[in-house]
């Protein structure tokens, strides 16, 4: 019931609860020092009671006063101190749910919450799924002991023995070449060793019609009598690992004999102090620095016969020819000429060529390093060209240093179609007399004439196909090396980065490089590939001729005891129907004989038919007679 209005007055005012501070909810370090100021000005705000709470880490007691001299550490964040006083205007419950939920959304928190129970979960299903494998397993040992702690004790066991398995097959084989990871050995034959150097397609389709003798190079290289290889070594073109492996690397009865420090070798015939190799590694350099063709085929026959001290032999009015000279008349009847000397030697000529572009900036990198190739005597005709024949690109000792650029801008740089050069006859275009004749005629000769005499050499070989280059000359002078050689893809030509511009213009300047190559290439993967065929031939060929002679053999036991055990004591001379029957079977023979032989021949002249008439006879006999008794069976 309300009071009256005096009694009230004299009451006086109603009695107040007892004001405190707020429990605090939050650290005071998370308030800003604006949200401070804010709270000193405003001694009886909620903010001032909330700054009123004790230190952190002091307790106080049920009466015990707020220290309002407390510092606070607070935040950088403005809206902390707009949001904090409606947040404290909360109740308990209501702030710490609050709080509980802030920290539970944290990101890093949730990611490892998710992670840690992630792994969880898959652990305990992995486990239920290994424990239900080794109950089915190992379920007979489940009357012995507890089945758990055993299958447990088992999987650890299992797993830590594949783990040591695994660090020792790492230790063993490191890289992914290791044999044993080659399962594909298993079910697939040996690799070709000769199959895509260059990341090719083993098969090609060829450009050039050439003929079987084109294709078929087998020398019959007699080192013990007088035959010589002669090698016409090309700057930038692997000459020198080839020359290497001549001399180093090749089985003969006489091996050469290189002693250290010094890059001669001493090669001589077996029996004999002649030499088999005129070669930079054998001979030295007794034509001249890289002599090309032109300086060879007038200067080896000469140093071959003895006549060191002596000039070089002048050439011939008929092969130094006429401007207009028939370049096809090179080869092959002047080059069988030029290729024997008095002493009636054979010269068998051998070289290396490049990819052009390749070949051009491998150059360019060895000039910059100070090559000069001064030594070179560039001898034509008797005689080696005059400077203002053959100027020079640079003025100093050398050219060491210089750009790409200015290397490809001098007009007479001998880096441009070299190989063309190297490999023609330049008395056929007046040597390096360039008024002779037009340049587009000049050109075209002497792209003939090097095609020519590189198509009549006896082998060569490219340098972007090292094991068939290595397989070619086996076969072709019948001479094996010891250690096959190493296909290098990296080369310092190959660090050189040009754009697409500068690649087009070091073609234009090695035009007939380019065709000279395309055309050697052609040749030399066609050589190979007959080679190869002629190969497998001859080996599926010699298979069945063995399968043949086991089994006449086989039959020719068998007719034999089976006549013995039909009539083992009585004469053939008094059962007449014995002989007879063995006549027939005679004439029966002979007849199977001849017809087999002569679809033989038939079939070998229709696949093979440049094939000398040896090859079919040599299968006559009694490979014949075994096969057609085989037949006749």
């Known amino acids: 019931m309300a009071l009256p209005a005096c009694a009230a007055r004299a009451l006086g005012p109603p009695l107040q609860p007892e004001r405190r501070a707020p429990a605090r909810t939050t650290c005071p370090r998370r308030h800003s020092r604006v949200e401070a100021e804010l709270a000193a000005s405003r001694p009886g705000s909620v903010a001032a009671s909330v700054r009123a709470g004790p230190p952190r880490g002091v307790s106080r007691g049920f009466n015990s006063q707020p220290f309002l001299d407390e510092p606070l550490k607070a935040s950088s ?17 209501r702030r710490r749910r609050m709080h509980d939920l802030r920290r539970r959304w944290d990101l890093g928190s949730l990611c490892r919450a998710l992670l840690t129970r992630g792994l969880a979960a898959l652990g305990h299903s992995l486990k239920h799924v290994l424990g239900a494998i080794f109950s089915k397993i190992f379920g007979p040992l489940a009357s012995v002991g507890n089945m758990d702690e055993k299958s447990n004790k088992l999987l650890l066991a299992l797993v830590m023995l594949f783990l040591f398995a695994v660090i020792v097959l790492q230790y063993v084989c490191p890289g992914t070449e290791c044999q044993l990871l080659r399962l594909q050995a298993f079910s697939s034959p040996m690799p070709d060793p000769y199959r895509s150097e260059d990341e090719s397609s083993a098969r090609f389709v060829p450009r050039y019609n050439f003929s079987r003798g084109d294709l078929l190079r087998k020398v019959d290289f007699d080192i013990k009598g007088d035959d010589l290889i002669v090698f016409l070594h ?9 020359g290497r492996h001549l001399v180093r690397n090749i089985q003969l009865e006489q091996p050469c004999e290189c002693r250290v420090g010094q890059k001669k070798c001493t090669c001589h015939r077996p029996g004999k102090r002649e030499t088999w190799l005129f070669s930079r590694f054998s001979t030295g350099w007794s034509c001249g620095l890289h002599a090309d063709w032109t300086e060879l085929t007038s200067c080896v026959p000469a140093v071959v016969d003895g006549k060191r001290d002596a000039r070089l032999r002048p050439s011939s009015k008929d092969r130094r020819g006429s401007p207009n000279a028939n370049p096809g008349a090179n080869s092959p009847s002047s080059t069988k000429a030029r290729n024997a000397s008095k002493s009636g030697k054979n010269f068998y000529y051998i070289t290396i060529l490049r990819d052009p572009v390749s070949r051009y900036l491998s150059e360019w990198r060895h000039v910059q390093r100070g090559a000069t190739w001064k030594a070179s005597l560039h001898v034509c005709d008797g005689r080696p060209p005059t400077s203002e024949e053959l100027p020079s690109c640079y003025t100093g000792d050398d050219w060491s240093g210089c750009p790409l650029k200015e290397f490809m801008d001098c007009p007479y740089n001998l880096a441009n179609n070299r190989q063309v050069r190297m490999l023609s006859d330049l008395t056929l275009v007046g040597c390096y007399n360039l008024s ?24 060569f070989g490219l340098t972007e196909f090292q094991r068939k280059t290595q397989y070619l000359f086996e076969k072709t002078f019948n001479m094996n090396f010891i250690s096959p050689f190493t296909q290098y893809n990296t080369t310092r030509a190959s660090s050189v980065e040009i754009n697409e511009e500068i690649q087009k213009r070091i073609e234009g300047l090695n035009f007939l490089d380019m065709e000279l190559y395309s055309y050697a290439k052609d040749l030399f993967l066609q050589r190979y590939q007959f080679m190869r065929q002629k190969e497998h031939q001859e080996a599926r060929q010699k298979r069945q001729e063995q399968r043949k002679f086991l089994k006449g053999r086989f039959l020719q ?11 083992p004591s009585q004469n053939p001379s008094q059962n007449p129907n014995l002989n007879a029957n063995q006549n027939v079977t005679q004439n029966l023979i002979q007849n199977l004989t001849q017809n087999s032989s002569q679809k033989e021949n038939r079939e070998s002249r229709k696949q093979n038919p440049g094939q000398e008439q040896s090859d079919g006879s040599a299968r006559n006999g009694t490979n014949d007679y075994i096969g057609s008794v085989e037949k006749w069976r």
């Not at 964040?77 to 419950?93: D, E, I, M």
């Not at 005629?441 to 590189?454: C, D, G, I, M």
């Open 234 to 242: 090309i700057q930038k073109t692997g000459g020198t690992t080839f």
């Open 77 to 93: 964040s403005l809206a902390g101190a707009a949001r904090t006083p409606l947040f404290a205007l909360l109740s308990r419950g």
């Open 557 to 567: 036991t068998h007719f034999q005891s089976q006549g013995q055990s039909q009539n």
């Open 436 to 459: 002779v004749m037009p340049e587009k005629q000049r050109n075209k000769v002497l792209l003939e004439s090097a095609k020519s005499n590189l198509k009549h050499m006896a082998f």
